[in-house]
């Protein structure tokens, strides 16, 4: 299954800074451009056609999939170079499976730093939205996911806690990652900042089912992706000539990670 792999626009690749991956020549230059828009920014239609594709995708078991997927594999793909590269293609490989309902559809992300003084304010937690913070049993009972249930990694509702009870803590603000996107001159240094940061800190102060391996399971965890990937396509794009195929840091083994690391589970070179 996992053979889906996102491609970086490859116009940059044709600068002569840049060594790409072995098979990177082979690829073409994307027909179909994909915009992802910020939650707040899509139309009503937008939004309900996102939901309407998420809830088949959930229908069939896709959620099921990818968090055991994720669950499997989870510390080869943290706290390592393979972070921010694998992410990007799960991301890209669940957008393609709702665009597989509904080809209108892309992976909105969620900018979690707009709201970084009082994250359970945000409107994402509506009811018309993703749903908020679980009840006494951890159950939420409002928005997209409300009636869901899971068979991975037990039969059980979409599960949040908020960290501080009824309210989440703050966290990172929108200067705080510009400070991490603008001190970063290595992949490695991006990846670090961004994941022990504002992705971090969204994972732990939702709890519940965000708080664990498998926390595809829930859909905040793909608008909060697709704006991790946001940061980082944001970064290779200040120099897409160093950038676009910059791999450095430590792999999954402790080895040095470089532009040919191939993805978790695939045969895939990572920077493709």
Same mark, same amino acid.
């Given at each position: 299954?996992?053979?889906?792999?996102?491609?970086?626009?490859?116009?940059?690749?044709?600068?002569?800074?840049?060594?790409?991956? &072995?098979?990177?020549?082979?690829?073409?230059?994307? !027909?179909?451009?994909?915009?992802?828009?910020?939650?707040?920014?899509?139309?009503?239609?937008?939004?309900?056609?996102?939901?309407?594709?998420?809830?088949?995708?959930?229908?069939?078991?896709?959620?099921?999939?990818?968090?055991?997927?994720?669950?499997?594999?989870?510390?080869?793909?943290?706290?390592?170079?393979?972070?921010?590269?694998?992410?990007?293609?799960?991301?890209?490989?669940?957008?393609?499976?709702?665009?597989?309902?509904?080809?209108?559809?892309?992976?909105?992300?969620?900018?979690?730093?707009?709201?970084?003084?009082?994250?359970?304010?945000?409107?994402?937690?509506?009811?018309?939205?993703?749903?908020?913070?679980?009840?006494?049993?951890?159950?939420?009972?409002?928005?997209?996911?409300?009636?869901?249930?899971?068979?991975?990694?037990? &039969?059980?509702?979409?599960?949040?806690?908020?960290? !501080?009870?009824?309210?989440?803590?703050?966290?990172?603000?929108?200067?705080?990652?510009?400070?991490?996107?603008?001190?970063?001159?290595?992949?490695?240094?991006?990846?670090?900042?961004?994941?022990?940061?504002?992705?971090?800190?969204?994972?732990?102060?939702?709890?519940?089912?965000?708080?664990?391996?498998? !926390?595809?399971?829930?859909?905040?965890?793909?608008?909060?992706?697709?704006?991790?990937?946001?940061?980082?396509?944001?970064?290779?794009?200040?120099?897409?000539?160093?950038?676009?195929?910059?791999?450095?840091?430590?792999?999954?083994?402790?080895?040095?990670?470089?532009?040919?690391?191939?993805?978790?589970?695939?045969?895939?070179?990572?920077?493709?």
């Amino acid at each position: 299954f996992f053979g889906y792999v996102v491609g970086l626009a490859l116009l940059s690749a044709q600068a002569a800074a840049i060594t790409p991956p &072995a098979g990177a020549q082979s690829l073409t230059a994307c !027909s179909d451009v994909i915009v992802r828009k910020e939650v707040r920014s899509l139309s009503t239609s937008e939004w309900n056609a996102y939901k309407a594709a998420a809830k088949a995708a959930f229908n069939d078991r896709w959620l099921d999939w990818f968090g055991f997927l994720h669950d499997r594999i989870a510390l080869t793909i943290h706290g390592n170079s393979m972070f921010l590269v694998y992410h990007r293609a799960l991301t890209r490989d669940y957008e393609k499976i709702l665009r597989g309902y509904d080809a209108s559809v892309a992976v909105p992300y969620w900018n979690a730093m707009v709201d970084y003084q009082h994250p359970d304010q945000s409107p994402i937690f509506s009811a018309d939205n993703l749903g908020g913070n679980g009840g006494s049993d951890g159950c939420v009972t409002g928005g997209l996911a409300s009636d869901w249930k899971y068979v991975y990694p037990d &039969a059980h509702c979409l599960r949040r806690k908020y960290s !501080s009870g009824s309210t989440m803590p703050a966290w990172h603000s929108p200067e705080f990652l510009t400070h991490v996107m603008q001190s970063s001159t290595t992949y490695a240094a991006l990846r670090a900042g961004v994941e022990n940061s504002i992705h971090g800190a969204v994972h732990l102060a939702l709890g519940g089912d965000m708080d664990t391996m498998y !926390s595809p399971v829930d859909p905040i965890f793909w608008v909060h992706h697709a704006n991790i990937d946001r940061l980082y396509a944001q970064w290779q794009a200040v120099s897409p000539e160093d950038r676009t195929y910059m791999m450095d840091g430590v792999a999954p083994d402790n080895s040095p990670a470089d532009v040919n690391m191939l993805l978790t589970g695939t045969t895939k070179p990572a920077c493709t």
